[in-house]
Nanobody
Framework: VQLQASGGGLVQAGDYLRLSCAAS????????MGWFRQTPGKEREFVAA????????YYADSVKGRFTISRDNAKNTVYLQVNSLKPEDTAVYYC???????????????WGQGTLVTVSS
């Protein structure tokens, strides 16, 4: 499975973005999809995950209520709507594919290249 993340950019605090991750080479609906983020010098951290049908979602406490994960299986794409952005949300955001909703990096077998989100104060 190949994953291509996009949609990052430079925004101001309080703004919003929609990140996308397009998948190819596999049966998209059979994968749990996750979003992680990483800043320099820190470990990659879990942000959100969504089950194959889209009915089940899970969020990190730090983004709950501000971020929304969704997917369109007809387009082989998963999205992360990021609202009310804060400077501490600045990171490279990665999408990943796996087989169970989990927060551990090791639970995901396939990773995209990341898209940079920079939030200015």
């Amino acid at each position: 499975v190949q994953l291509q993340a996009s949609g990052g950019g430079l925004v101001q605090a309080g703004d919003y973005l929609r990140l996308s991750c397009a998948a190819s080479g596999g049966t998209f609906s059979s994968y749990v999809m996750g979003w992680f983020r990483q800043t320099p010098g820190k470990e990659r951290e879990f942000v959100a995950a969504i089950g194959g049908t889209g009915r089940t979602t899970y969020y990190a406490d730090s983004v709950k209520g501000r971020f929304t994960i969704s997917r369109d299986n007809a387009k082989n794409t998963v999205y992360l709507q990021v609202n009310s952005l804060k400077p501490e949300d600045t990171a490279v955001y990665y999408c990943a594919a796996g087989w169970s909703i989990a927060t551990r990096i090791g639970s995901y077998a396939y990773w995209g290249q990341g898209t940079l989100v920079t939030v200015s104060s």
